[in-house]
């Protein structure tokens, strides 16, 4: 059986738990066996059971405690810890073996994207068969400025990381429906992002309309799939998107077993 | 008197607080009055002494125990707590009536630059005489991948601060001098910078020569300052670009006196 891995990645406060638990339901429900790794530290109160818990291992309290520092220097120390247990949270997967594992990522993304250790996990986990679904913030994402920023954000992590990526729109149901729509239209036209971006900001400099038809081209903008952990909105779709990327639209389950 | 404010962000561990005093130091030589505004609630240790002190209105313990919360939910509870005390922040701010402000923002830069309270911030303390300092991390810096990564984070933190932008390879003195030449070199020229990221990875899909002509063509490569706060490297050159900024090269003593 091939095991596949989603690593769910965004910025924090995105909703990258709450998304976690409500896709891990859903294959629940689609009676597709999957376990949930959580790789924060410093998670309080998960509104899941993790069949596989960096905190069983450390806690961003004990770094605080054993290290002597505070919480800023505490993350840092435990986002390169975690590559010193990565033979103990592969033992620990494979025990489960099962079809999917849903890993949640430490709050603050870039402790996750940017030290070396994610990169040594991804790698000793499993690099080919791992997939990033990566959530854009619905607050930062409702204004042009701040989706363009979130889209920079997300192909830093694809560089970063070297993964294939799903991008989301989180929580989308704490906003009203026509701000998902225009939001889906930016990542489809960047035409209609560029249009909005120039009512929105003027004072940027060096933004031409080529920017956006060479990240279309680039493949770096795609379409948003809106998702929400409150009523499941989307879990379909993500799941076909894993799909696409593993078996080019081929259903999983019919290729593996 | 016209007061500029320099907002130092980059990634959590790149090294801002110490490029904060460092440039603080070498303007106290050159004779500059200056003052250092810490806005991280959870520091610890500062190797200054700011004259405007977030933590005088709260720090990060406070706010995990009067909201009951962990150090992760306290970090973004803090992020916007921090524009309730904008005007008091700029009530002091004014009283030093100083000509440079030196601004140090909190550990993780995504709690910084995503926040809409860090836009209300500029804001209220003056845009148009604001510029910000981004500290390229100097071992993320050191792989093609990562160089990029770090750029799209920047260019990131440009659309969503809409701030000009100078950019820092931080720590240059713990890089070997061919390294940091190389990482320079990057910088100048993106074509050195695509030819040695087809080297280091064949995976990646969607990269093209054009991606690195667009974003030369957009200024968004721009040529990396080394800055150490060890040795004082760069920080004339910091000065100078913050003077091309505001005063198209004039130095800025001569127009504000």
Chains 1, 2 share one sequence.
Do not use: C, H
Request: aromatic share 12%.
């Amino acid at each position: 059986m091939i095991q596949v891995l989603i690593y769910f990645i965004g910025t924090a406060g995105s909703g990258k738990t709450y998304l976690t638990k409500a896709f891990a339901d859903w294959l629940d429900f689609k009676n597709l066996e999957n376990i949930i790794v959580n790789l924060d530290p410093g998670a309080e109160n998960l509104p899941y059971s993790p069949e596989v818990d960096i905190r069983d291992y450390f806690t961003l309290e004990d770094v605080m405690l054993n290290y002597g520092v505070g919480p800023n220097g505490a993350q840092i120390i435990s986002a390169d810890l975690i590559s010193t247990k990565i033979g103990d949270i592969k033992d620990e997967i494979d025990y489960f073996d099962v079809p999917y594992v849903l890993i949640d990522t430490p709050g603050q993304m870039e402790l996750f994207t940017l030290r070396q250790s994610s990169n040594l996990l991804i790698d000793f986990l499993g690099r080919d068969r791992s997939v990033m679904v990566y959530l854009f913030d619905p607050v930062v994402a409702k204004t042009p400025s701040g989706f363009l920023s979130l889209l920079f954000m997300a192909s830093s992590s694809v560089f970063k990381l070297k993964l294939p990526q799903i991008q989301v729109l989180a929580k989308s149901d704490i906003l009203e429906d026509y701000e998902v729509e225009r939001i889906v239209e930016w990542s489809d036209d960047p035409e209609t992002l560029f249009d909005d971006l120039g009512r929105e900001v003027s004072n940027i400099k060096n933004i031409s309309g080529e920017l956006f038809y060479m990240l279309r081209d680039l493949g770096l903008f795609r379409t948003l799939i809106p998702v929400s952990a409150m009523d499941s909105t989307g879990m379909e779709d993500v799941y076909d998107g894993i799909q696409e990327i593993f078996y080019g639209g081929e259903d999983l389950e019919r290729i593996l077993y």
